[in-house]
């Protein structure tokens, strides 16, 4: 499965990798992490995300 490196910008960049069938897919895991992952101190308004770059990595 390919694993893609996803830039999301809000007040400050995130860069986070996951593995997802297709890139669709990958940013929406992407933003889903910043949601179900509270140790990671990130806020939850993912609408206010915007998805900037996807680079594949493997």
């Given at each position: 499965?390919?694993?893609?490196?996803?830039?999301?910008?809000?007040?400050?960049?995130?860069?986070?990798e996951v593995v997802a069938?297709?890139?669709?897919?990958?940013?929406?895991?992407?933003?889903?992490?910043?949601?179900?992952?509270?140790?990671?101190?990130?806020?939850?308004?993912?609408?206010?995300?915007?998805?900037?770059n996807v680079e594949m990595?493997?």
């Amino acid at each position: 499965m390919p694993k893609y490196h996803i830039t999301i910008e809000e007040k400050v960049t995130y860069e986070v990798e996951v593995v997802a069938l297709h890139v669709d897919a990958a940013e929406d895991a992407a933003e889903q992490a910043f949601v179900n992952d509270p140790d990671l101190n990130f806020p939850t308004t993912v609408h206010t995300r915007r998805v900037s770059n996807v680079e594949m990595i493997e």
